[in-house]
């Protein structure tokens, strides 16, 4: 199991997705099985429910998710805020950190209006916020650190998987 952890914008389902694909695994992402779960969109819960519920239900998921063998998983960006997903996290999952600047971060996320968090007011200033508290849960759950500024999703995913197949977490790929 690979998890993918990082701000909201970061990548983790883009890059994840590929990274599945290149290695033959499946993919997951938790949002998508949280709203599948629900039959309602996050933002919607969050504005029904608020964070509190959302993020019990979000462990919940992430823990049935876990279990699944050779699969890459992205996580929601506030997973890592509960102790018990950290813990989740790195028992059950290699755990590779997608770190992004909260300015580019909010270059990618300027035309977004699905993340409940980043709604209204200065979104890079909300992400900066989100970033001094996030950052060092991401860092503290982390076995690898990739940092995705302005890199295109393929040189990612080749440099993640070189990272991965080095550590043995993953058989390197036959030429």
Same mark, same amino acid.
């Given at each position: 199991?690979?998890?993918?952890?990082?701000?909201?914008?970061?990548? !983790?389902?883009?890059?994840?997705?590929?990274?599945?694909?290149?290695?033959?695994?499946?993919?997951?992402? @938790?949002?998508?099985?949280?709203?599948?779960?629900?039959?309602?969109?996050?933002? @919607?819960?969050?504005? !029904?429910?608020?964070?509190? @519920?959302?993020?019990?239900?979000?462990? @919940?998921?992430?823990?049935?998710?876990?279990?699944?063998?050779?699969?890459?998983?992205?996580?929601?960006?506030?997973?890592?805020?509960?102790?018990?997903?950290? !813990?989740?996290?790195?028992?059950?999952? !290699?755990?590779?950190?997608?770190?992004?600047?909260?300015?580019?971060?909010?270059?990618?996320?300027?035309?977004? +209006?699905?993340?409940?968090?980043?709604?209204?007011?200065?979104?890079?200033?909300?992400?900066?916020?989100?970033?001094?508290?996030?950052?060092?849960?991401?860092?503290?759950?982390?076995?690898? +650190?990739?940092?995705?500024?302005?890199?295109?999703?393929?040189?990612?995913?080749?440099?993640?998987?070189?990272?991965?197949?080095?550590?043995?977490?993953?058989?390197?790929?036959?030429?």
């Amino acid at each position: 199991m690979i998890a993918l952890v990082g701000m909201p914008g970061s990548g !983790k389902s883009t890059v994840g997705r590929h990274l599945a694909r290149q290695i033959g695994w499946r993919f997951a992402d @938790s949002d998508v099985e949280i709203e599948r779960e629900l039959g309602e969109s996050i933002r @919607s819960y969050f504005e !029904k429910a608020g964070e509190d @519920s959302f993020r019990s239900l979000e462990t @919940s998921v992430l823990a049935s998710l876990l279990e699944r063998p050779s699969m890459v998983l992205a996580t929601g960006g506030g997973a890592v805020l509960r102790e018990a997903n950290r !813990k989740l996290l790195s028992e059950h999952a !290699k755990v590779v950190y997608l770190r992004a600047t909260p300015e580019d971060l909010a270059r990618r996320l300027r035309h977004d +209006t699905q993340r409940p968090l980043l709604q209204g007011g200065d979104p890079l200033r909300k992400l900066r916020d989100l970033f001094l508290v996030r950052d060092p849960l991401y860092r503290e759950v982390a076995n690898f +650190t990739i940092d995705t500024g302005r890199t295109s999703v393929p040189t990612l995913v080749n440099l993640l998987t070189m990272q991965l197949e080095m550590a043995g977490v993953i058989e390197a790929r036959r030429t």
